[in-house]
């Protein structure tokens, strides 16, 4: 059984296609997805696309000075969130709540999760984004733990 999925995305409209993939496999169980990579990688723009995917209405945005945005509009509520600002004590102050949002039929989005110092044991998706020489995307999906294992399965059919 395959736990990791690797997608390079060339452009916009790859990247669209990879969130659309991903967002079918996570819109009616839902999902809990924490999200690595320096500023820029396209984290946020990802999310974006599976809102979109989703259908979000709302306007979706970084959640950088805000910590969490959430999205109704969808079938399956959204929320969004962004540790980067939080550092280690700030972190230990929602570890519970961000427990809270990996339970139910909801998704969740952590961007800056290498911020949560092991505070984030909970099974979950984890998305690396890097970029190449060629500035292309490259998207690594892990999942931790066995809850999760469907949508690794689903994203390498």
């Known amino acids: 059984m395959n736990e990791k999925y690797i997608q390079k995305c060339k452009d916009l409209e790859d990247t669209r296609k990879l969130a659309y993939k991903f967002a079918q496999l996570i819109k009616d ?7 690595f990579g320096e500023i820029g990688a396209g984290k946020t723009a990802f999310v974006k696309l599976v809102a979109e995917a989703l ?27 962004d540790l980067y600002r939080l550092e280690h004590t700030g972190i230990k102050t929602i570890t519970e709540e961000l427990r809270e949002y990996s339970e139910g039929r909801k998704i969740t989005f952590v961007e800056w999760a290498e911020f ?4 984030l044991p909970f099974e979950r998706i984890e998305v690396n984004v890097t970029y190449d020489d060629d500035d292309n995307r490259i998207y690594e999906f892990k999942s931790i733990g066995n809850k999760n294992l469907y949508i690794i399965e689903g994203l390498n059919r």
Do not use: D, M, R, W
């Not at 169980?29 to 999200?35: H, Q, S």
């Not at 509009?73 to 959204?78: D, E, K, T």
């Not at 949560?116 to 505070?119: F, I």
């Open 29 to 35: 169980k839902g999902c809990f997805v924490n999200l």
């Open 55 to 81: 259908g979000i209405k709302e306007k979706v945005t970084s959640p950088s000075f805000v910590i969490l945005n959430e999205y109704h509009s969808a079938s399956i509520p959204v929320y969004h969130f």
């Open 116 to 119: 949560s110092q092991g505070e």
